[in-house]
């Protein structure tokens, strides 16, 4: 595919997410439509070792009447260990300020802990001396890549004014799967492939709380690898949540998301 063909089509995939997010807003009451950013650099110190940072701005350009829009950076360093070919071990630390137009701002400080299994495995390439990050880079063993991610967090946010100071744990469950579509790998340079995966948000505060699903996420969109370097994605995002009584989800947002990658 031409680079003037993968520009079309990002730009198609861009509009038909944009579309989705107004037509699926009518009959509901009004859910929020938002813009997210994710720049990310990754860094292979090892075969096993990847340190990562994530920059991730947010803006609610749509919301209920009355209700105020947002601003929001997030930024997110991390630390993964492959443990195995199929297990990573993750640590992150999530700092984020939200400033939003009635002035109740918002600081949040969040650590979270979890595993990655890797369903169909991967390749650890071993260490070569001198080599370059591509030299390191994990190869799935097969053209799709499943895998799911478990994670625990705990929340904290600062409020301005008088409101208090809240905490809380959370439990959650991502399930992935990529697909390239013009390469035989995800790995190969000039691989359009198609990300999705599917995400449960379950609180932690009580025994009321075990196994309820407050919130359930879906993303799915269009990932380009230009080369090792660097990586491209356009992601429609929708997110429902659910209250304590059990009943069904309620459309909370939904974003596009675009996301930039650069490995070293």
Known sequence: MTRS??????????????????????????????VWTNVTSDWLSTERLTYELDLEPKSQ????????????????????YAATGWLDLIGELTTGYTDQTDNHN???????????????????????AGGRGADREKLPLRRAVVSTLLRVEQRNFVYGGTTPTESSWRFRDRVEFDYPLNRPKL???????????????VPLASAA???????????????????????FEALYIWTGTRNADGSGFTVASHALDVRIKRMF
């Not at 997410?17 to 938002?34: D, E, H, I, V």
């Open 61 to 80: 350009v749509v919301s209920a009447p009355g209700q105020p829009l947002w601003m929001n950076l997030d930024v997110t360093p991390s630390v993964a």
């Open 5 to 34: 063909a993968m520009i079309r089509r990002v730009a198609q995939t861009i509009g038909a997410a944009m579309w989705l997010m107004l037509a699926a807003s009518t009959g509901y009451a009004q859910p929020s439509g938002q």
């Open 209 to 231: 709380d075990a196994g309820r699903v407050s919130q359930f996420r879906i993303r799915t969109g269009i990932g380009y690898r230009q080369s090792f370097a660097w990586r």
């Open 187 to 201: 790995t190969m340079d000039g691989a359009v492939y198609l990300s999705n995966d599917g995400e449960a948000f």
């Open 106 to 128: 918002t600081f949040e400080a969040t650590v979270r802990a979890g595993l990655q299994f890797h369903i169909l495995s991967r390749v650890i390439q071993p260490h070569l």
